[in-house]
Each structure stands twice: as structure tokens, then as C-alpha cells.
């Protein structure tokens, strides 16, 4: 029996996210997303609290708390502001990245300067200009010398690049096939030969910024090589499995914030006679996000439990990230000629969801990835 209901522990970190969010978050969300930049200050908050490895270990610097509180804590944020959440979100990811394959050296040394805050953030260096959607097209490559590698090649698309003192870099190592000839590669920002180009103009997300990469002869120590040459693909996806989970968290936060502006301006204008057609809206708002939730915690509680999630992580990224933009459009119509208002936090909230559709794995992908498990399944199982 399925019952992902959080424990006590786990509503002590929505809690300290919680406030996190209103004393931190909140109040700096707006200028963020008008002057741009990078939320340093409130990511060395959010270290100190211990919410840069929430499912890290606890011997490795983590909360050790697993992927549910991770949910709930990444809602709770991103409603307050998704630019800094989308940060803590890759931190997290590359923390768990490094601990669960790294060596024993490089968990000791990566993992708590990301929990803790002294890599400032880590990064997730996959996606190419010309490999987004489909990483086997990465033309990236690492050449193995007699002192370590060699890489070079360029990455776009990386969240916090610009500050990020960690970045996990997928490159190919040989001309096999596909993702055959994919390996992971752990590289510091201070790395020689490592070039960071200039932040991206993007709808939204203003305050979280995402560069360009540029690997010009980078050299790396023997020690760089995460896993095993050749099985950086299986790193990538395992990443992008509980990323999802992020991701959804991440558009759950941003819908009900939208919904709770589109219900508090409803309340203010029309007292108790909200028109029914803003009462639809509002209810289809919430269901649809509840339902969302309920899938996103069900992907959560079973990677918690070490138990196959992949599939269930689709659905929640999938069904979260496309409720939350159906969400805040839904209240970008209640209020309106209001609702195109800079002074009002709602355009912001329509600008960041969107995003959540395209990054780690876009909506088609998650549909290719469910179908194909929907079609294997009942092959086996013989039905017609």
C-alpha cells in the first residue's frame, strides 16, 4: 500500500523551507527578476540551513532527508521565487550525482563544499547546441593523455555557469555508437582552459543565470573521471530521473502561487460574489495542481525507498509542469489587464513557468519516454 504522506521530519524541512522562502526568498524575488544576476547571498542562506544536499547523506554534509522533503521543500520555495530555487534544484542534483557515484575521495571532497556552500553551486553541464533533447548527438569529447584528459568542446544551457564552483561534464571519450562513448567528468570552475560566456536573455527565470560553456583544451586529472569511461549516459539519466521530481515541485510552487494571487485579487474586488466563471478557474486550478502534487509525491516516496520511480517521475513532470503554465494563465485571465502589471508578482510567475515544460526532458520527450514503457510493458505481458 502506497503511502507517501509526509513524516515529521520531513514537514521540519518544508517548515525551514517555508520561512526561508518568506524572510529570504520572497522579499528579494522581484528585483532579482528585474536587475538579473545570480542569488549568491540567498543561496549562502539556504546552505546554512541545509538545503543545498536535503537527500545527501548526512556523513557527506547532506540533511539525509530524502526526495519527499526535497518536494516539499522545492515547492515551498519556488513559490516565492523559482530563479533561486532552480538553482538549489541543480545543486542538489549534482550533490546526489557525486555521492552516489562518485569515488570515496571525490564524495569527500565535492559533496559537503556543495552542501555547505563553498562551491557556491554546482552545475549540470549536458545539453549542446547541437544535443538537447538527444544527448547521444553530443560532440563534446575528452582525449586521455598520460596526465589525466583532455577536453574540449562547447555546452549551452548551463543554470548558474556563470558562478558555479563545481560543474559535472559529459563529454565523449570514444566513436562508439549512441550514448555508448558518453563519459562523466567531475571539472572545479577555476579548471584552466574552462570559458564561461555571457548570461542569456530568457523570458524568465531572470535571476537565475544560464551561459554558455566553452571547453578550449581543459585538462583534468585521472581523478575527474566520474563512474566509469563509457557509462556517462547512465549517470545522465539517473540524474534527469530525480531531477524530474525537481522540476515538477518547481511548477507546483509557481501554479499555487499564481492561484493564490488570482484568488486574493478576486476576494479584494468582488468580496464573496466572485463570478462563477473565476470561481471555475480557481477550483480547475486547484485540482489540477493537487492532482499533480499527488503524482509528483508518489515519484518522491518511491525514490526514497530505492524503489524503481522513473516512469513516475515522467508523470509528474509532465503533468505538473503543464498544469502549472495551464495555472497561471488561468489566473493571468482573472485579473485581466492587472495581470500585465510589473508591480504585480503574476506576469513573473507566467514568464518562469514556462521553462518547466522545456528543461530536463521537455513535455514530447517525457510522452516518447512514457509510450515507449506503456508499449514494452504490454508486449510482455502478451495482451493485445
Same mark, same amino acid.
Given at each position: 500500500?502506497?503511502?507517501?504522506?509526509?513524516?515529521?521530519?520531513?514537514?521540519?524541512?518544508?517548515?525551514?523551507?517555508?520561512?526561508?522562502?518568506?524572510?529570504?526568498?520572497?522579499?528579494?524575488?522581484?528585483?532579482?527578476?528585474?536587475?538579473?544576476?545570480?542569488?549568491?547571498?540567498?543561496?549562502?542562506?539556504?546552505?546554512?540551513?541545509?538545503l543545498?544536499?536535503?537527500?545527501?547523506?548526512?556523513?557527506?554534509? %547532506?540533511?539525509?532527508?530524502g526526495?519527499?522533503?526535497?518536494?516539499?521543500?522545492? /515547492?515551498?520555495?519556488?513559490?516565492?521565487?523559482?530563479?533561486?530555487?532552480?538553482?538549489?534544484?541543480?545543486?542538489?542534483?549534482?550533490?546526489?550525482?557525486?555521492?552516489?557515484?562518485?569515488?570515496?575521495?571525490?564524495?569527500?571532497?565535492?559533496?559537503?563544499?556543495?552542501?555547505?556552500?563553498?562551491h557556491?553551486?554546482g552545475?549540470?553541464?549536458l545539453s549542446?547546441? %547541437?544535443?538537447?533533447?538527444?544527448?547521444?548527438?553530443?560532440?563534446?569529447?575528452?582525449?586521455?593523455?598520460?596526465?589525466?584528459?583532455?577536453?574540449?568542446?562547447? @555546452?549551452?544551457?548551463?543554470?548558474?555557469g556563470?558562478?558555479?564552483?563545481?560543474?559535472?561534464?559529459?563529454?565523449? /571519450?570514444?566513436?562508439?555508437?549512441?550514448?555508448?562513448?558518453?563519459?562523466?567528468?567531475?571539472?572545479?570552475?577555476?579548471?584552466?582552459?574552462?570559458?564561461?560566456?555571457?548570461?542569456?536573455? @530568457?523570458?524568465?527565470?531572470?535571476?537565475?543565470?544560464?551561459?554558455?560553456?566553452?571547453?578550449?583544451?581543459?585538462?583534468?586529472?585521472?581523478?575527474?573521471?566520474?563512474?566509469?569511461?563509457?557509462?556517462?549516459?547512465?549517470?545522465?539519466?539517473?540524474?534527469?530521473? %530525480?531531477?524530474?521530481?525537481?522540476?515538477?515541485?518547481?511548477?507546483?510552487?509557481?501554479?499555487?502561487?499564481? /492561484?493564490r494571487?488570482?484568488?486574493?485579487?478576486?476576494?479584494?474586488?468582488? %468580496?464573496t460574489?466572485?463570478?462563477?466563471?473565476?470561481?471555475?478557474?480557481?477550483?480547475?486550478?486547484? /485540482?489540477?495542481?493537487?492532482?499533480?502534487?499527488?503524482?509528483?509525491?508518489?515519484?518522491?516516496?518511491? @525514490?526514497?525507498?530505492g524503489?524503481?520511480?522513473?516512469?513516475?517521475?515522467?508523470?509528474? @513532470?509532465?503533468?505538473?509542469?503543464?498544469?502549472?503554465?495551464?495555472?497561471?494563465?488561468?489566473?493571468l485571465?482573472?485579473?485581466?489587464?492587472?495581470?500585465?502589471?510589473?508591480?504585480?508578482?503574476?506576469?513573473?510567475?507566467?514568464?518562469?513557468?514556462?521553462?518547466?515544460?522545456?528543461?530536463?526532458?521537455?513535455?514530447?520527450?517525457?510522452?516518447?519516454?512514457?509510450?515507449?514503457?506503456?508499449?514494452?510493458?504490454?508486449?510482455?505481458?502478451?495482451?493485445?
Open positions: 500500500m502506497l503511502d507517501f504522506q509526509p513524516d515529521a521530519d520531513e514537514l521540519a524541512v518544508a517548515a525551514i523551507a517555508r520561512r526561508v522562502a518568506d524572510e529570504v526568498l520572497r522579499p528579494a524575488a522581484a528585483r532579482l527578476d528585474r536587475e538579473g544576476g545570480f542569488p549568491r547571498e540567498s543561496l549562502a542562506t539556504l546552505a546554512r540551513e541545509g543545498l544536499g536535503i537527500a545527501v547523506p548526512r556523513e557527506l554534509g %547532506g540533511r539525509g532527508a526526495a519527499l522533503a526535497y518536494s516539499l521543500a522545492v /515547492t515551498e520555495l519556488a513559490d516565492a521565487c523559482a530563479s533561486t530555487t532552480v538553482a538549489l534544484c541543480v545543486n542538489n542534483m549534482v550533490a546526489e550525482v557525486v555521492a552516489h557515484f562518485g569515488t570515496a575521495a571525490q564524495r569527500e571532497h565535492h559533496v559537503p563544499r556543495l552542501c555547505d556552500g563553498r557556491v553551486v552545475a549540470f553541464a549542446e547546441p %547541437g544535443a538537447g533533447s538527444d544527448p547521444a548527438a553530443m560532440r563534446t569529447r575528452a582525449r586521455p593523455t598520460d596526465r589525466g584528459w583532455v577536453i574540449s568542446g562547447s @555546452k549551452l544551457w548551463i543554470t548558474s556563470s558562478d558555479a564552483g563545481l560543474f559535472v561534464v559529459w563529454a565523449r /571519450t570514444s566513436d562508439d555508437p549512441g550514448a555508448r562513448g558518453i563519459s562523466t567528468f567531475l571539472v572545479p570552475g577555476d579548471t584552466p582552459g574552462l570559458r564561461r560566456g555571457r548570461p542569456e536573455h @530568457k523570458l524568465g527565470l531572470c535571476g537565475s543565470t544560464t551561459v554558455p560553456l566553452d571547453f578550449e583544451a581543459c585538462e583534468v586529472g585521472p581523478e575527474a573521471l566520474l563512474d566509469e569511461p563509457g557509462r556517462g549516459f547512465r549517470v545522465a539519466m539517473m540524474a534527469l530521473d %530525480g531531477g524530474r521530481i525537481g522540476i515538477a515541485s518547481q511548477a507546483l510552487g509557481i501554479g499555487r502561487a499564481a /492561484t494571487a488570482a484568488t486574493v485579487w478576486a476576494r479584494d474586488r468582488f %468580496g460574489a466572485v463570478p462563477q466563471a473565476i470561481q471555475f478557474a480557481l477550483a480547475d486550478n486547484a /485540482t489540477e495542481l493537487d492532482a499533480a502534487a499527488v503524482l509528483t509525491h508518489r515519484a518522491a516516496w518511491l @525514490k526514497r525507498r524503489l524503481p520511480f522513473s516512469q513516475q517521475a515522467s508523470m509528474a @513532470k509532465l503533468m505538473a509542469s503543464e498544469r502549472a503554465v495551464a495555472s497561471c494563465n488561468r489566473a485571465a482573472v485579473l485581466g489587464a492587472a495581470g500585465q502589471d510589473r508591480e504585480l508578482p503574476l506576469e513573473r510567475f507566467v514568464r518562469d513557468v514556462r521553462v518547466t515544460t522545456i528543461y530536463e526532458g521537455t513535455s514530447e520527450v517525457q510522452r516518447i519516454v512514457l509510450a515507449r514503457d506503456i508499449v514494452r510493458r504490454f508486449a510482455e505481458q502478451g495482451r493485445a
